[in-house]
T-cell receptor
Framework: ELKVEQNPLFLSMQEGKNYTIYCNYS?????LYWYRQDPGKSLESLFV?????AVKQEGRLMASLDTKARLSTLHITAAVHDLSATYFC????????????????FGKGTKLSVKP | DAGVIQSPRHEVTEMGQEVTLRCKPI?????LFWYRQTMMRGLELLIY????????DSGMPEDRFSAKMPNASFSTLKIQPSEPRDSAVYFC?????????????FGPGTRLTVL
């Protein structure tokens, strides 16, 4: 069974600081997705990482994927209050012959609170 | 594109009543997913469809829940009879699937309160 673990689950940080959220998964996959959810809102796609070594950056957020280590990181640089949200990583289930099962397995989410 | 459309956005009902949630996926997407989100249990996948056919309904909590997808542009999630513990936000998502990017796009959600 594919498991996706995020840590930390709760993160309180000060504005201007850097931090990293980790996403570990338990089986082979070469596609990983990061989503953001603001309080009371839906999930919004942030990054799609499609291969080993993939790195994507958007503003103060940078995501990377290491498929050998089964690890993705979401790095926050010089945090600002607007980044306060819950961040989810999700991994797809690859089938033995190379296709995808079609659904994603989500982590529990990391609730980020950026304080002034 | 309008994105994934869900209705109603909010539903308040009394225990024992039937509730029907509706979803219109993004045109051209082959996969449709129903999720439930609560504070206690987080985000749970209830069921998903591929080309209108249910693929995995193992997340459906019990027989009170049913989902249908009569055509490529419409799906319903029905709860009958509803119970207070069904109170949650229900999200519908869709994706192209079977391609390079299987990114799921989420609808705005339906906030269900069962009194």
């Amino acid at each position: 069974e594919l498991k996706v673990e995020q840590n930390p689950l709760f993160l309180s940080m000060q504005e201007g600081k850097n931090y990293t959220i980790y996403c570990n998964y338990s089986t082979t996959s070469d596609r990983l997705y990061w989503y953001r959810q603001d309080p009371g809102k839906s999930l919004e796609s942030l990054f799609v990482l499609l291969s080993n070594g993939a790195v994507k950056q958007e503003g103060r957020l940078m995501a990377s994927l290491d498929t050998k280590a089964r690890l993705s990181t979401l790095h926050i640089t010089a945090a600002v209050h607007d980044l306060s949200a819950t961040y989810f990583c999700a991994v797809d289930i690859r089938l033995p012959y190379g296709g995808s099962q079609g659904n994603l397995i989500f982590g529990k989410g990391t609730k980020l609170s950026v304080k002034p | 594109d309008a994105g994934v459309i869900q209705s109603p956005r909010h539903e308040v009902t009394e225990m024992g009543q039937e509730v029907t949630l509706r979803c219109k996926p993004i045109s051209g997407h082959d996969y449709l997913f129903w999720y439930r989100q609560t504070m206690m249990r987080g985000l749970e996948l209830l069921i998903y469809f591929n080309n209108n056919v249910p693929i995995d309904d193992s997340g459906m909590p019990e027989d009170r829940f049913s989902a249908k997808m009569p055509n490529a542009s419409f799906s319903t999630l029905k709860i009958q009879p509803s119970e207070p513990r069904d109170s949650a936000v229900y999200f519908c998502a869709s994706s192209r699937g079977q391609g390079i990017v299987d990114e799921q796009f989420f609808g705005p959600g339906t906030r269900l309160t069962v009194l």
